[in-house]
């Protein structure tokens, strides 16, 4: 509720002076809607042996972020580049963000483009697709650390235009 009230001032804030259109109607972000399923068994991306059901959630991009302790949502804060690509990674596991074009090119991804499987043990399993066998060829030899900053890192994000929609 106070986060609904404190959006609904900041609209009204905006559209007063007069950076913020009005149609009629206040439009509010919805929040990307977390797979519960996946949370049972997960780890903290900063802590990788620690659970993270039940202990710290923080808000991030358009999403979530699920942590293990206060000490972890303290680097989080203090150092947010450093996690990036994990806390990325997260959003995609968890089913809050969807990948709509190659992290490689930033092509247009379908149903029929070539994936591979992002293996993080105990952070999950994501699948990406890519414009081409020989992107997949190249993600399969990369370490899971090294995937993760290609494909989950703030030009592979971008390029393959990850999203809460």
Do not use: W
């Not at 709509?100 to 247009?108: M, V």
């Amino acid at each position: 509720m106070k986060k609904a009230f404190t959006t609904l001032l900041l609209g009204c804030s905006l559209f007063m002076c007069g950076l913020l259109p009005f149609d009629g109607a206040f439009h509010v972000a919805a929040a990307a809607e977390v797979d519960e399923s996946k949370i049972d068994g997960l780890k903290c991306f900063i802590m990788v042996r620690k659970d993270v059901k039940g202990k710290k959630v923080v808000d991030y991009k358009d999403g979530k972020l699920f942590l293990c302790c206060s000490s972890c949502v303290k680097k989080m804060d203090r150092d947010p580049d450093k996690y990036e690509a994990k806390a990325n990674f997260q959003l995609v596991y968890t089913g809050q963000y969807r990948q709509h074009a190659c992290p490689f090119t930033g092509k247009e991804v379908t149903s029929e483009s070539p994936q591979v499987e992002v293996d993080g043990g105990s952070l999950g399993v994501v699948e990406v697709k890519v414009c081409s066998d020989e992107m997949v060829k190249q993600l399969e030899a990369m370490e899971f650390g090294d995937q993760v900053k290609t494909v989950f890192g703030p030009k592979g994000f971008e390029a393959g235009k990850f999203s809460a929609e």
